[in-house]
């Protein structure tokens, strides 16, 4: 499961809210491209930034921006 955190203090901003995500290697890209692309139409989250790892998997950072009423936690089905 995936919990929605706080910036560090240098990096606060409290127009936005971030959601990590950690993708398996064995996730294809294309498959992990569409888990995205589903949370960006339905949760209104778009990608901050990616990152790579040698072993193939991913950590992905969302954002967006904060609302009064919260909505679902993105998590990814694999």
Do not use: C
């Not at 959601?19 to 294809?28: F, K, M, S, Y």
């Not at 995205?36 to 950590?59: I, K, N, P």
């Not at 950072?61 to 089905?77: A, D, E, I, N, Q």
């Amino acid at each position: 499961m995936t919990a929605v955190r706080e910036r560090s203090e240098g990096e606060a901003d409290p127009d936005w809210e971030y959601a990590p995500l950690r993708i398996p290697a064995d996730v294809t890209r294309l498959n992990a491209a569409a888990q995205l692309s589903l949370h960006a139409e339905f949760g209104g989250w778009e990608l901050a930034r990616v990152v790579r790892y040698v072993d193939g998997s991913r950590r992905v950072t969302l954002r967006r921006k904060r609302r009064r009423t919260p909505l679902p936690l993105p998590g990814l089905s694999v």
